[in-house]
């Protein structure tokens, strides 16, 4: 059947914006490199009419200089034509993926809509509040509870005045407790002696001589 009709030929792939964009640079830098080279070869052309003197040898040299420098005018003005369409492609293919990418964003949107939704028939606002209410309540009879457990009974009846007064006097008994007055007074004291009772030379730490009863010695 394939001699009779033929074989069909392969779907050729669609073209590609990038693709493209790559074959135009990479046919941009075979241009730029042309264009090195014929740089140094108008280089080389100036040095040599450097040397030269006015003549049909130094004509001849400027004439090859003058193609070579017609030939780079050429080669870069197709490398700015190059570089201008591979600049307006990569703008076409900067908003195609901007759309692709805004339609992502609106199909995510739409699906977080749907998702939002069904998770809100999910909440009943009614039973929220309800509940809600029901906590106040308990919080206010709890504290209720608490405020008759903690109700004082069975007290006493005492006079505001009779309190003060005890008050103050229980300030100045505690005024006297503090007075340490009587330890300076016992640190006055005299030193309790230090020999033998009955003893002719009784002295205290000091050194002081004392009689039998701790008391220093008059001078005979």
């Given at each position: ?80 034509n ?59 009879q ?20 009779e ?58």
């Open positions: 059947m394939d001699r009779l009709f033929g074989r069909a030929k392969p779907k050729q792939p669609a073209p590609n914006l990038t693709d493209c964009i790559s074959n135009i640079d990479s046919r941009g830098e075979s241009i730029d490199k042309k264009i090195a080279r014929l740089d140094q070869e108008l280089g080389k052309y100036r040095d040599q009419m450097k040397k030269m003197r006015d003549g049909p040898s130094k004509n001849m040299v400027k004439q090859k200089a003058m193609r070579v420098l017609k030939q780079k005018k050429m080669y870069e003005q197709q490398r700015d190059l570089m201008q369409q591979s600049f307006n492609m990569e703008q076409t293919n900067y908003g195609i993926q901007s759309l692709k990418d805004t339609k992502t964003c609106m199909d995510a949107m739409k699906l977080g809509v749907k998702e939002f939704k069904k998770e809100y028939k999910k909440v009943n606002v009614d039973q929220i509040e309800d509940i809600q209410d029901q906590l106040e309540d308990l919080t206010e709890c504290s209720e509870i608490q405020e008759v457990m903690g109700r004082s009974y069975g007290m006493p009846e005492v006079d505001d005045d309190l003060e007064a005890e008050l103050e006097a229980l300030g100045d008994e505690i005024a006297l407790d503090d007075d340490t007055s009587y330890l300076d007074e016992a640190s006055k004291a005299p030193n309790a002696p230090t020999g033998i009772p009955g003893a002719d030379s009784v002295t205290n730490k000091d050194g002081v001589a004392v009689d039998e009863f701790g008391l220093p010695k008059i001078a005979a």
